[in-house]
């Protein structure tokens, strides 16, 4: 078959591809006025499209296998396969050019009835624990075939690291499918808007919670955080969450050059202020918001984007000291304890301190608590100790930052608050690691290879927190899935 793909595939070659496959797509569509057509998933539709013309075809099984080549190039993958019988002609024409591209792929297939006798009854093919799979289907629908697939798979040990589709027919398989991974994306603000990172986000995602983890408040004016989240929110279709930091006082006055005040009350003035801004776009208002930080009067048409389908945006707040925590429980909806904050520091003084401020308020107390904390994984001990290196840096620099102080001093760990503190500033940078001994680590941080990673996360968090935001680095192919498997590892354990 020399001639028929060089690997791979020039931009032009692709959408030429392309066009071929979809125009035997759309010679296989078929229409009746009445749903007469019975799916796979058992649901009646008025179209049906019968993939296998187009893979069972000559020409058609070397444009797909051209295709799915070109969709795994520069990804790790061991096998490709899916469910019988939509995935068998997908499988094995991407299986044959691979080898004549000279980077073979093994086909598999998954059985939808275990058979009598052999050492796999639902596998047929050579998948090994470990494996990287392509998990491939002709047409998706519900998903739930799709998902069958994937725990086989996961069950047999392989990872994951793609999986295609010929068609989509829009009836909530892709939505199914995303459910099955993250609960959602959460973005902080250091190098990048965050603001930015959520409007690609929401543009393309249908399903995650949308989070920025946190932006900071007090640069930017309330009504221009209000525009920010309003867009996103709107666009998110309502997956919006704000996620709102007060910054330490170096900070607030060096970096961004504003006079410092308390940050607590600042805080509830400025989500106040937020919330008086979206009001007035939604309900169509004036805008009277007066408070000791803020006094808002002015909408004109200009600058209204008027309302929304979901204008109720949760707001929630980073703290770490009762004050704040206090008022987040009054104005908030949510508490976002920083990643230094320990199981202990939050249920002994946080979550007091943010219910007693909804109860002074007359608000509920059932306010959600998001966690995003200190994780050292590695797949392995040995990386693991060189990991764990930069995490000790991490927490000895939060120890050194008075604002972080108290988190420290309620594990009797004042005296090494204080001593990094001396050493920040002499910037004896490089001493500061070796100061956190591995019980201070294993406070402040949780530590564990990729196997044991998911379930102390959820033993340190269970029943402590609402959310859990976590990542590993996850640069190749290879550890896309182990972050997947991660995910799916804590859904099951957790509560």
């Not at 998948?127 to 047409?139: E, H, I, N, Y």
Request: glycine fraction near 8%; hydrophobic fraction near 45%; include cysteine.
């Amino acid at each position: 078959m020399a001639g028929y793909h060089e690997g791979i595939v020039t931009p032009r070659e692709r959408t030429s591809l392309r066009a071929q496959l979809l125009k035997k797509l759309r010679n296989s569509f078929v229409y009746n006025a009445d749903p007469v057509f019975t799916l796979s998933s058992g649901r009646k539709s008025r179209f049906y499209i019968d993939c296998k013309k187009v893979t069972l075809d000559p020409e058609g099984a070397i444009l797909v296998g051209r295709l799915m080549l070109d969709a795994v190039d520069g990804l790790e993958v061991d096998a490709i396969g899916g469910m019988t019988l939509g995935a068998d002609p997908i499988a094995v024409a991407t299986a044959i050019l691979s080898f004549d591209a000279d980077r073979p792929i093994p086909a598999f297939i998954i059985r939808k009835e275990p058979k009598a006798h052999g050492a796999s009854p639902l596998v047929e093919g050579t998948l090994t624990k470990g494996a990287r799979v392509v998990v491939v289907d002709d047409v998706l629908t519900s998903g739930r075939s799709t998902e069958r697939t994937i725990n086989i798979v996961r069950e047999v040990g392989c990872q994951i690291v793609k999986v295609i589709a010929l068609v989509d027919r829009k009836e909530g398989g892709r939505e199914h499918l995303e459910s099955l991974g993250y609960d959602g994306l959460a973005v902080e603000e250091t190098k990048v808007d965050p603001y930015v990172v959520m409007a690609l986000a929401a543009a393309g995602t249908t399903r995650l919670r949308l989070t920025t983890a946190v932006a900071m408040a007090f640069p930017r004016s309330p009504t221009v955080t209000a525009m920010s989240a309003w867009n996103i929110q709107k666009l998110s279709r309502g997956r919006f969450v704000l996620g709102l930091g007060s910054q330490v006082r170096g900070h607030i006055t060096r970096r961004f050059g504003l006079a410092y005040r308390p940050p607590g009350p600042w805080m509830r003035d400025y989500v106040r202020a937020v919330r008086a801004v979206w009001a007035a776009w939604q309900q169509r208002r004036p805008l009277a918001f007066e408070s000791p930080h803020y006094n808002l009067s002015l909408v004109v048409p200009l600058f209204d984007p008027g309302p929304i389908e979901h204008p109720d945006i949760p707001i929630h707040v980073a703290a770490v000291n009762p004050t704040m925590c206090r008022f987040v429980g009054e104005v908030a909806d949510g508490l976002r304890p920083h990643p230094v904050c320990t199981p202990r520091y939050i249920r002994e003084v946080m979550l007091p301190a943010m219910r007693a401020g909804a109860a002074a308020a007359g608000r509920g107390t059932a306010l959600a608590v998001a966690m995003k904390p200190l994780v050292c994984a590695a797949p392995d001990e040995a990386t693991l100790a060189v990991r764990a290196r930069d995490v000790r840096a991490r927490v000895a620099f939060y120890a050194s930052t008075p604002g972080y102080r108290a988190a420290f001093e309620r594990h009797g760990l004042g005296d090494l608050a204080s001593e990094l503190a001396g050493l920040s500033r002499a910037q004896r940078w490089e001493e500061m690691p070796s100061r956190i001994s591995d019980d201070v680590l294993h406070t402040y941080a949780v530590v564990g290879t990729y196997a044991e990673i998911g379930r102390k996360l959820v033993e340190r968090y269970r029943g402590l927190v609402t959310d859990v935001e976590f990542s590993i680095p996850a640069a190749t192919p290879r550890e896309q899935g182990i972050l997947r498997e991660l995910v799916q590892e804590i859904r099951r354990e957790a509560p």
